[in-house]
């Protein structure tokens, strides 16, 4: 019986053993397999990021001018695309900040002009409000002269008014004898 079981024993730990080499081996291969799935992703994206393909180190431009010359001179020519693209931007950039230069100075003499303006018609309004004062007084003045005339009229007759009032000029004549004319100075 202890040969018996001896011999179990002995076949349990070959049979352990026969498993432990079988799950290394399925261990390592399942390792390679992780590991080079792993150096292909990074390989994918080593090739598609640009800043690999624009690098300044010799060691890796060389092996990019080497071993991958088609894609190394298209990164190269989408590089010299994007910087010709970056000088017109900057051209363009240049001309516009010129143009808003110009349409700004142009702005602010356009805006001086119409300060000066402003202060103009405001100096006018202001001339113009004297004036109407000035004349509303010359009116009041007149159409009180008018009531004194006409008030004199009642007391005195034609002639003695006449003799009174002597008149020098024909607008003297026309307030004398009430024409239309010499009411409507005023209210027109």
């Not at 990019?64 to 693209?85: A, D, V």
């Not at 034609?158 to 409507?184: G, H, M, R, W, Y």
């Amino acid at each position: 019986m202890e040969d018996e079981n001896v011999e179990n024993m002995n076949d349990n730990v070959k049979t352990e053993t026969a498993k432990k080499v079988k799950n290394n081996q399925n261990g390592f291969s399942s390792f390679l397999w992780d590991l080079s799935s792993l150096i292909f992703l990074i390989c994918i994206l080593l090739w598609n990021i640009d800043g690999v393909w624009q690098t300044d180190i010799k060691f890796i431009k060389n092996i990019q001018k080497n071993y991958f010359s088609q894609k190394y001179k298209s990164e190269q020519l989408k590089i010299s695309r994007i910087t010709h693209n970056n000088e017109i931007i900057e051209d363009i950039q240049r001309r516009l900040d010129r143009t808003m230069q110009k349409y700004e100075s142009q702005l602010v003499q356009v805006n001086s002009e119409k300060e000066q303006a402003e202060k103009v018609a405001l100096l006018s309004q202001q001339k113009l409000e004297s004036y109407l004062e000035t004349e509303n007084n010359k009116c009041r003045y007149y159409q009180t002269a008018l009531m004194i005339i006409k008030n004199l009229r009642r007391h005195y007759s034609e002639d003695e008014l006449q003799k009174i009032i002597t008149c020098t000029n024909p607008e003297c004549v026309d307030i004398l004898s009430f024409k239309t004319e010499a009411f409507d100075v005023c209210t027109k």
